[in-house]
């Protein structure tokens, strides 16, 4: 049982060593060095990670380039965010309002009662459910529907980003359902729990590295099954695993599906930490970041993706505050570079470059490991 | 629709049928570029935007020149500034073909996401080059006014000038495609590379010169742009998704297609945009195209071309 878990779940030795460095790394070196404003913004970086992962799956080893991934996400964010506007729009502080007892931006549209949309979002319970099961609804239906006609490759992904375009232009142009441009802000609590105090955001942050790292290994599962040889069987050679009597396309939906609830939790993630959503973090130019932050990771590799994400946000954040200019210069450079030097990213840097390396320092240290033993009493001699 | 009258209606429909046909007339120039870029070679330029940018800047230096070096020339330079936004959005274009997308041909998805960079670096240059603020080029006296058919229609002339120039370049693409030895090589080349390559067909320089022609028709799009919008250094990139969705919705690789699609899908919009507001009618316009598009993914037209 134990063994199985070792080697299914978390990848055999590598895949656990990976894993335990990066637990470190979010769980320790960051809190410890950080203080708790940077920290919540490595918290929102590591949200866009849980889409990096997504994609990871989905265009890594099923070789389906989604340009929507944002549109999950905004799902995700959306359903939280829904639920949080509404605890905090209760009767005492929306008393001043013309209609108590409704989101403000509702109030200013002049809605005058609660879409019916809105209605089930009173529920922690069904929103939660929402947030799982509202992405794979819809990365179920477009995947049917592209995928059972073999549409694939540039075709999938073109029409991905049209949809991302639709929903952003859908949410800004519905301002008195969505909250327009600016979004769905001013969220205070969670079931009654103040999320913006100093140790719920240590929390949240706990939460969502420990969300992401289970998400991780599940992918890792899954990618250990059978589904995964044949994902990689078919991202190889397609009409082969069709011809031996496979039906792709519903590995592919799967797939798809699972790389959509995982940047929906990321995204109800991202709400309850960063403390608003709004359209600008779904649309077609976050989307296609999200490949990006996969891409810098190493598109097959489902840790490297998290790493790639913090890098490349570090990046931005660390440039846009000083040369705002260069940024723009530098993610093209880096969306040019990533598929024209180096395909693989992170991790294949690190399997050219450092693997070796650190393989023969850790040989060595295995062979000095007995003698370590005499050596004080040689170093005694020797003085 | 209660509260307009036959007339009124009848009004509506003209004006806005001719507003979207000065956005078909871009949006068509615009996919004629991609079609045979996307279509004719299997290469995904998100950059294409950009490349109507430069065409529209170019415009705008020419109008800027003229007016301070040969007031004289002003009625007469917007024909020439057409042929150098052409000619410059070709070589950029011959420069991008050469240095990037002839090392990706064999990885689609990845020359998406090495295109998208190009366009970022594309568009932070036009930021730093004419700054964030929109520009507009000062157009000759004779595209100013509008032409009155009626008392209730009024038709601008930049419209007609616009479509002029589409229906131009749209009859010039297929006789260059159809009508020309080049053509026949880049057809050849679509259908069959490795073939196309035995008989002597020189594919490289095939594939060099169609990417530059699509970017040099992206930039004649920019050109038209300029006479019924201002530009500003992410102008281009705005129309990228709609002109994606006119290639792919009229059939990649038929030039026909193309032309009827980017029409339906100019017009619905413009016709949409006027009953509802401006979000909804886009929104209720690419919606129905994607359902389209998922019930029959090859588009309208599909050539007889085997893989």
Request: aromatic share 12%.
């Amino acid at each position: 049982m134990m063994n199985a878990f070792y080697s299914k779940w978390l990848g055999g030795k590598r895949g656990a060593i990976e894993l335990a460095v990066l637990a470190a790394f979010i769980f320790i070196v960051m809190p410890l060095w950080l203080d708790i404003f940077r920290l919540n913004m490595v918290g929102k970086y590591l949200t866009y990670a849980f889409a990096a992962v997504g994609l990871v799956m989905v265009w890594g080893y099923g070789g389906i380039l989604s340009l929507g991934q944002g549109i999950f996400f905004g799902i995700g964010g959306y359903c939280m965010a829904m639920f949080l506007k509404l605890e905090a729009s209760d009767l005492a502080s929306t008393a001043r309002q013309t209609t108590p007892g409704i989101p403000d931006f509702m109030d200013w549209n002049q809605v005058t009662s609660l879409p019916l949309i809105w209605e089930p979002f009173h529920s922690l319970t069904f929103t939660l459910i929402a947030i799982l099961v509202l992405p794979s609804v819809v990365a179920y239906v477009i995947g049917v529907a592209m995928f059972k006609r073999r549409v694939g490759g540039v075709y999938f992904s073109i029409i991905t980003q049209a949809i991302a375009a639709i929903l952003t232009i859908l949410v800004v142009g519905q301002q008195g359902m969505t909250g327009g441009i600016n979004g769905i802000t001013d969220l205070k609590t969670l079931h009654g729990w103040n999320i913006n105090t100093n140790s719920a955001k240590y929390i949240l942050y706990y939460l969502n590295g420990a969300l992401l790292i289970g998400a991780i290994v599940l992918c890792k599962f899954v990618l250990s099954s059978k589904l995964g040889r044949l994902l990689l069987a078919m991202r190889d050679k397609e009409d082969r695993v069709r011809f031996s009597g496979y039906d792709v396309a519903n590995f592919k939906i799967f797939t798809f599906s699972l790389g959509a609830v995982i940047s929906a939790i990321g995204g109800a993630m991202f709400t309850l930490q960063v403390g608003f959503m709004s359209p600008s973090i779904i649309g077609i130019v976050p989307s296609i970041e999200m490949v990006i932050f996969a891409a810098i990771g190493g598109r097959m590799s489902l840790v490297g993706a998290v790493y790639g994400t913090l890098l490349v946000n570090y990046g931005k954040t660390a440039f846009s505050e000083s040369f705002p200019s260069l940024w723009l210069f530098l993610m093209g450079a880096l969306f040019i570079g990533v598929v024209m030097v180096f395909p693989n990213g992170l991790a294949g840097l690190y399997d050219t470059y450092l693997k070796g390396r650190l393989e023969k320092v850790m040989a060595k240290l295995r062979e000095r490991g007995p003698l370590r033993k005499l050596s004080p009493v040689k170093a005694g001699v020797q003085k | 629709m209660d509260g307009y009258s036959l007339t009124d209606l009848w009004s509506i429909l003209v004006m806005q049928g001719f507003s979207g046909l000065s956005l078909f007339s871009v949006l068509l120039l615009m996919a004629l570029g991609l079609a045979i870029i996307f279509g004719q070679m299997g290469v995904i330029n998100m950059a294409h935007g950009e490349f109507m940018t430069i065409g529209a800047y170019t415009i705008y230096l020419c109008s800027k020149i003229t007016e301070q070096y040969f007031p004289a020339l002003m009625p007469y330079y917007f024909v020439i500034a057409i042929f150098a936004a052409f000619a410059i959005a070709f070589a950029i274009g011959y420069l991008v073909e050469f240095s990037l997308i002839r090392h990706l041909y064999k990885r689609p998805l990845d020359t998406l996401l090495a295109t998208w960079g190009l366009s970022l670096i594309m568009q932070q240059i036009f930021r730093s080059t004419f700054g964030a603020r929109e520009v507009s080029a000062t157009l000759p006296d004779w595209l100013m006014g509008s032409w009155k058919p009626t008392p209730d229609i009024d038709i601008p002339l930049n419209g007609l000038f616009v479509m002029g120039i589409s229906i131009i370049v749209t009859i010039a693409v297929v006789l260059f495609l159809y009508r020309t030895s080049w053509g026949l090589k880049v057809r050849a080349t679509t259908q069959n590379r490795v073939m196309a390559g035995a008989v002597g067909i020189n594919t490289k320089k095939v594939d060099r010169i169609t990417f530059a022609v699509g970017c040099g028709i992206a930039g004649i799009a920019g050109a038209s742009f300029t006479t019924i919008a201002s530009t500003g250094p992410t102008s281009g990139s705005l129309y990228i998704v709609d002109t994606f969705l006119v290639v792919v919705f009229g059939g990649a690789s038929s030039v026909v297609g193309t032309v009827l699609s980017a029409f339906s899908i100019a017009q619905a919009q413009s016709i949409l945009t006027f009953f509802m507001t401006e979000a909804m009618g886009k929104v209720v316009t690419l919606m129905a195209i994607i359902v389209i598009l998922m019930l029959r993914p090859e588009g309208l037209f599909t050539s007889k071309v085997r893989r």
